[in-house]
């Protein structure tokens, strides 16, 4: 018979494989992450957790980006539409959608919602192209992949620590 464990369990674990795995490869892996209709890379060292999108709370006079107030086991976390707040369109919520919570390590209780996860990627692999071409101070680097597809790289540290981002209310 096969050992049953709770859907807590069973993230927890994921959780701490990803942690294992950024610190035997934090240089090389990062997450792949859909946003809006662009493609972005995520330090694993830089995030504590990704999970579907729970309940949220909404909060009224705030920027459409800001999609609510989530209470992830006990802690309130802010939820921000990465997509929005970089001037595209707001994430649909579905099956896919995630919530990419950013490291407490940040001092901030903060989750990004992105349209889907696309996976661990190594960004040797790719080409690097021009620090011109990055649009956003929260940006580190943008690649290239052999399909001729750009991947933009978030930097959680500079995106939470910027005012326009922080600063929730209309």
Not at 53 to 60: D, I
Not at 74 to 87: N, Y
Request: one cysteine or more; charged letters at 20%; glycine letters at 8%.
């Amino acid at each position: 018979m096969a050992k049953r464990i709770s859907l807590r369990e069973f993230q927890q674990h994921v959780t701490a494989r990803l942690q294992d795995l950024a610190t035997t490869q934090a240089a090389a892996t990062r997450l792949g992450l859909r946003v809006g209709t662009e493609n972005w890379l995520v330090m694993l060292t830089d995030i504590s957790e990704v999970m579907p999108v729970p309940m949220l709370a909404q909060t009224p006079m705030t920027h459409n980006w800001f999609r609510g107030v989530a209470n992830v086991r006990g802690t309130l976390v802010a939820v921000s539409d990465l997509s929005g707040f970089a001037g595209g369109e707001l994430a649909p919520v579905n099956m896919d959608t995630r919530i990419v919570l950013a490291h407490p390590k940040y001092g901030v209780n903060a989750g990004l919602m992105v349209s889907r996860m696309l996976g661990l990627r190594n960004p040797e692999n790719f080409t690097r192209l021009p620090d011109s071409e990055c649009r956003h101070a929260w940006e580190s680097a943008v690649y290239e992949d052999e399909q001729g597809n750009r991947w933009r790289e978030l930097n959680i540290p500079v995106l939470v620590a910027q005012e326009e981002f922080l600063n929730i209310g209309r």
